[in-house]
């Protein structure tokens, strides 16, 4: 353990000593002041019952009595972070000794019982933290005697009993989380907590209805409740709000309207309630509002045009309600006014602990892979609907020319669908292969970019200075001109934000034979994803937050190509090296649709469901610059993808994808004041 270099070091030996990598000390005049310790992870344990597990608590001969001891003679102590060390048993009493104390956490620990009350002498204390352990008596009652706290976490322990109303008095709170417990009964009136940010009570047995809440709180979390009754109208003006999770509770009637257009709200998640009623046909919608979840309600009537899912800047789920709108997933109108049919709901919540490694981004183009497959099964039945209600039927009296009643098809739905998609970028056009000779050196080995499955990429500049890439295509059947020209059409009508935009095309031959096909495309100059995923390419590596944003972009683009034509392109070449970024790092998925031109399935294979393939992904990167919170959601919804039951649509994955970047936002936002606030106080 790393605190055996204190068994033969005094406190002044201790501020001269050479701290390792996972060990920080920091001293005042010989006086150690901050001590931060980091250990690996331990796997999660289901079942603790206060007792040593071998490889995952410290040795059957610990003490944590001597510890704390030991602890409580460096009483110059104003920051103690014990996080993953494997302590274990319960916290002794006279820890209340460290009187100096402003922040602590034990996080990730074995800490077993009750959090001992003589802490409440800690009265300088500012942050307490106790996430993921084991205390398994009630939120303590004294906890207002801490009048300088702004910071209460005790997530994924065992506690029980209700939200103590001492919390309501702690008017210095800027953040209440006490999120995956036990908790039950109701919950206190917060509303005279003036500075209180953040509120997550989540996985919780909380029943109660909900509460005035104080006014500049910007995320609540109270998802996975029971509570009842009518969403306050008090929550419309809470203009602060930025994150509102009300899902899977029992919460009736109709939502208020102010709530969608709060000024600073982008994540609103009101799903699995029984709320019933219209919303107002001018609803209006927040500018910053991105994800709204309205599914599985009793909700009737016309969805408002804010709420459109065409809009590519918000994505809103209703599925599960009784809207008027020609789409799936809505119940009959009887449904929702059948005012008896309760919702349904096990009295034992069933909490699955995600087990497994952090992974790097591969595991994003794992997610996308997968969802394309699971789109390819649903392709035969979502074609038929498709072609049922939306496209005129083709007779077979044209395949006599070679094309398709498919090709034609898909003509007519692709050109709506290119209304939807990036109106500024130039028209396409017609190249002549004496132009492309010219752009490019006439193919000079200076202008070669790099060459795939597909064939060569060539750099090249046109007549007006616009930068291109030229790709020299390989074809893999032969079509007739006339056939050829029609594909390449459809293909060009594939316009989105996230796609490298085809320009125009170039065709070397006359209608008897095809010499080579070029595809003259946007140039995007930052490089491809894989070279910003390590070092070695010499590019700038990507964080968590901006690999979240590059997949997020792409699995926007994917998801125009799967749901906005028809039929949907499902070969798209998901690879790293396939992804490019602009100058302002933003996606662009390149090498797209091209099964529209050359017919052909590519097929991947992952190892993502072996332990040895999660492995193998692991990325230190991602490990440094990420949330848990974050990576949990991103990893939970990838087991969900990989699963051979209830694999989410592409809506949720991207959903899910954009809330974790949304969580991150946070993470880092509140790093950074954290971080800032250190350097003022014990700098």
Known sequence: MPLTVWENNSAADLCNLSSPPHMTITCENDSVTELR????????????????????TLSQGFSI??????????????VISLVSLGIWGSLPDKIHRLYSLEALDMSSNFLFGSI???????????TLTFDENFFNDTVPQWLDSLTNLTILSLKNNRLKGQVPSAVSRITTLTEVVLSHNLLSGKLPDLSDLSNLQLLDLRENNLDSELPPLPKGLANIFLSNNSFSGSIPEQFGKLNQLQHLDLSDNYLTGTPPALLFSLPNISYLNLSSNTL???????LKCGDALSLVDLSDNRLMGQLPNCLDTAADSRIVNIGGNCFTIDVRNQHPAAYCKDKDKGKTRSTVKEIAILAGVIVGVVIIVVILLVVGLL????????????????????????????????????ARIISQAAKMGNQSAPPYRVFSVEELEEATKNFDESTFLGEGSIGKVYKGR??????????????????????????????????????????????????????????????????NFRSHLSDISGEKVLKWSERLSVVIGVAKAVHFLHTRVNSPCFSNRLKT?????????????????????????????????????????????????????????????????????????FED???????????????????????????????
């Open 653 to 683: 994955v991207l959903w899910n994808l954009q809330y974790a970047a949304q969580v991150q936002a946070t993470f880092d936002a509140d790093d950074q004041k954290s971080d800032t606030a250190s350097r003022q106080s014990f700098g």
């Open 375 to 410: 789109f390819s099964f649903k392709r035969h039945h979502r074609q038929q609907t498709l072609i049922q209600h939306i496209a005129p039927k083709v007779k077979q009296d044209n395949t006599s020319s070679g094309i398709s009643s498919e090709v034609l098809a898909n």
């Open 577 to 649: 090296n396939n992804i490019l970024l602009d100058e302002h790092g933003m996606a662009k998925l390149s090498d797209y649709g091209m099964s529209i031109i050359a017919d052909e399935t590519e097929k991947s294979e992952t190892s993502f469901s072996s332990e040895d393939g999660r492995k193998k992904m692991v990325d230190p990167i991602v490990l440094s610059s990420s949330s848990q919170e974050s990576l949990s959601i991103v990893i939970s919804i990838t087991n969900k993808c990989i699963s051979h039951e209830d694999r989410p649509s």
């Open 37 to 56: 310790i980091t250990g690996e992870k331990p796997a999660k344990v289901s079942d603790f019952n206060g007792f040593a597990i071998p490889n995952q």
């Open 65 to 78: 009595d001597s510890f704390v001891t030991t602890l409580t003679r460096l009483s110059s102590l104003k």
């Open 276 to 282: 019933s009623g219209s919303l107002p046909e001018h």
């Open 462 to 527: 046109l007549e007006n200075g616009t930068f291109v890439a030229i790709r020299s295509l390989a074809l893999l059947r032969k079509y007739s001109i006339r056939n050829l020209r029609l594909r390449l059409d459809l293909l060009s009508k594939l316009r989105h934000p996230h796609l490298v935009g085809v320009l125009g095309h170039c065709i070397d031959g006359d209608d008897s034979t095809i010499h080579r096909l070029f595809l003259v495309q946007e140039f995007v100059p930052n490089g």
């Open 116 to 126: 001992p009350s003589e802490m409440s002498r800690l009265v300088k204390l500012q």
